[in-house]
């Protein structure tokens, strides 16, 4: 059975799912950082996941992508399944401008998080759903 790891759900909000994927926000407002979990249990590696899963994933990074790249316009997206603390198998997408606080380094450890108030975390769920939405890309489920 599925379970988040305690970790992306301390640090996360929850967006929505797709078929295969849990999209959380991290709780971070200096950068649009989306994480996309697959609700498979116990898979640490993208190689673990059977090829209509991982040909889905594929399907739900690009659809993630997108989204970031049209309610942001990013100067480049960063996308990375890392996993050197948390092991459950989680892909980040964050949109990354030459003007954030962290570039050109990684977002990981170079400056402090920045909490969002309540009502921006909620405006940033609500717009990233709808993003979603409008992103989806009915053609791989015909």
């Known amino acids: 059975m599925f379970e988040l790891d305690s970790r992306l759900a301390n640090d996360c909000a929850l967006v929505t799912d797709l078929p295969l994927c849990r999209v959380l926000l991290m709780k971070d407002a200096n950068y649009p950082w989306l994480i996309l979990v697959p609700r498979i249990a116990g898979v640490k590696e993208i190689i673990e996941l059977s090829t209509h899963q991982q040909s889905e994933l594929y399907l739900e990074s690009n659809r993630v992508s997108r989204c970031l790249q049209q309610l942001f316009s990013p100067d480049k997206l960063n996308i990375a399944a890392l996993g050197n603390v948390v092991s459950q198998l989680h892909i980040h997408h964050i949109a990354r ?13 170079t400056v402090p998080a920045t909490a969002y108030s ?14 979603l ?10």
Do not use: M
């Open 97 to 109: 401008f030459t003007s954030d606080a962290a570039w050109p380094k990684p977002v990981w450890g």
């Open 118 to 131: 309540d009502q921006a975390l909620n405006e940033r769920i609500a717009l990233i759903k709808q993003g």
């Open 133 to 142: 939405e409008t992103n989806y890309d009915y053609d791989h489920h015909q």
